[in-house]
């Protein structure tokens, strides 16, 4: 059972790893809080909370609400370190490295 459990948290560290960009909303975090990511590619923000979560980065873009199981897509086409937030839970933060 103990070996199930070790497994099942590290499966989504392997898609990490093949570059799908995906990052969860869930306990009103994002997970993971840092993703570097490459010049021109998107990221897909999935909420999987219980909570209504939006996204918004200074300058960049401010996505509508979205509702559990729901996701946003946005693009970053600058490289550089942003910070996205979320307006409904100010102390959300995600680190974005963009290379
Ligand atoms: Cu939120």
């Known amino acids: 059972m103990k070996k199930l459990i070790l497994i099942l948290l590290v499966l989504p560290a392997v898609s990490f790893a093949q570059g ?19 010049q021109g590619q998107s990221l897909t923000v999935t909420n999987n909370d219980e909570f209504i979560h939006q996204i918004y980065s200074e300058g ?32 959300m933060k995600l680190i974005v490295h963009v290379n």
Do not use: M, Y
Request: include cysteine; hydrophobic fraction near 30%.
């Open 20 to 38: 799908t960009n995906v990052i969860n909303q869930k306990g009103r975090r994002f997970i993971p809080a840092e993703v570097t990511i490459r």
């Open 60 to 91: 960049l873009f401010d996505s509508a609400e979205r509702r559990p199981g729901q996701n946003i897509v946005e693009d970053f086409p600058r490289s550089g370190t942003f910070e996205v937030r979320c307006h409904i839970h100010p102390k």
